[in-house]
């Protein structure tokens, strides 16, 4: 995932509620990190392959995953988003729920005023 379509998803769904990081695996590898309440933690598309899936990780060990959601490779920044909303974290092998759960308030953008200059100026 492009570092700035990352960012992008994350301030969408921290606009919802959702605890959501930009993850930086490595060099220009990007993903989408999103804290559970249990102490998980999902990463989504972080290994730079064209479909959509996630690791669910507690304490760096591997104890669920998403997988790959069929035709994610042509999912555009709002399908991205709703896929992440749906998923049910409940079980080792996430599932997608009918409909999202309610909306939280909505949590400050990561970086706050700092933001561009911490990013190096690479935002658009």
Known sequence: MDENRARRVVDALRERGVDAHVAKVSVYQFGVRVML???????WDT???????????????LVGFVPTIEGS????E???I???LLTDYDKPIATRRAAPPPSQPPLPREG??????????RER
């Open 78 to 80: 709002q399908q991205t």
């Open 82 to 84: 709703d896929a992440i």
């Open 73 to 76: 490779e042509d999912f555009d």
């Open 112 to 121: 706050g005023v700092f933001r561009r200059f911490l990013g190096g100026f």
């Open 47 to 61: 290994d730079n392959t064209a479909g959509l899936e996630a690791q669910v990780m507690r304490n760096g060990i």
């Open 37 to 43: 309440p249990d102490g998980r933690q999902a990463e």
